[in-house]
């Protein structure tokens, strides 16, 4: 049970540069979220998803899209990336929606000269 | 804007010392409160969790203090340990959608 993984762990883009980050659970969850971690703000909801098929907007969507087209799966996409994106990105999953443990990846490290 | 805030930035506690974490909401329909541990390189993960019908809960060494009326909950950390070493976030939710706390990371001096 490897709970939830991400690929890559690290990755540096070139300005207008596109990338896709991949994140995968072997739970058996509903809920699929995506958070990006820069110093002093905390963790904020770029995209989520409640079910395989759907996508929604969280805080800071802009210049990101995802897609869940399998329920183990949620893609982060970057289509040009920008230096304002150079953030630490953690993938979540979790069971059920109210008073539930979102479990984390360990992230990937993207930088964005 | 930040809708949970929390507070100090970063202490240091010596061993065997109390490690306080102050955060406070406005949303008054969060209706679940967890606290995460996150060490570095790592991703962050529960370490305990209340909801606004007690005002206290406790597993271990680490206590959470709920004060529904001031929309203000804490946490503390009793006997720490240089293991307790890491930042820790408050979140809050109505729902799903965590909304967290900038994070404050504790050093525990041997």
Not at chain 1, 40 to 45: A, V
Not at chain 1, 48 to 73: C, F, H, I, M, W
Not at chain 2, 27 to 48: C, E, M, R, S, V
Request: hydrophobic content about 35%; charged content about 15%; aromatic content about 12%.
């Amino acid at each position: 049970n490897a709970g939830v993984t991400q690929t890559p762990k690290f990755r540096v883009l070139k300005t207008g540069q596109s990338m896709t980050l991949l994140c995968a659970q072997d739970m058996n969850h509903e809920y699929m979220y995506w958070y990006r971690q820069d110093p002093g703000m905390g963790l904020r909801l770029i995209h989520y998803s409640v079910g395989e098929g759907t996508t929604a907007k969280g805080e800071v969507p802009d210049g990101y899209n995802v897609s869940r087209l399998k329920k183990q799966n949620f893609l982060l996409g970057l289509e040009s990336a920008a230096p304002s994106q150079t953030s630490v990105y953690f993938c979540a999953s979790s069971l059920r929606a109210s008073y539930n443990e979102q479990f984390f990846g360990p992230g990937t490290r993207l930088t964005v000269l | 804007q930040q809708q949970v805030k929390q507070s100090p930035q970063s202490l240091i506690v010596q061993k065997g010392g109390i490690s306080i974490i102050n955060c406070a909401y406005e949303n008054t329909a969060f209706d679940y409160f967890p606290w995460y541990q996150q060490f570095p390189g790592k991703g962050p993960a529960l370490l305990i969790a209340i909801r606004p019908d007690v005002s206290e809960k406790k597993e271990g060494r680490f206590t959470i203090s709920f004060n529904k009326s001031a929309k203000q909950f804490s946490l503390h950390i009793m006997d720490s340990q240089p293991g307790d070493s890491a930042t820790y976030f408050c979140a809050a939710s109505s729902g799903y959608k965590l909304s967290f706390g900038a994070g404050t990371t504790v050093t525990v001096r041997a």
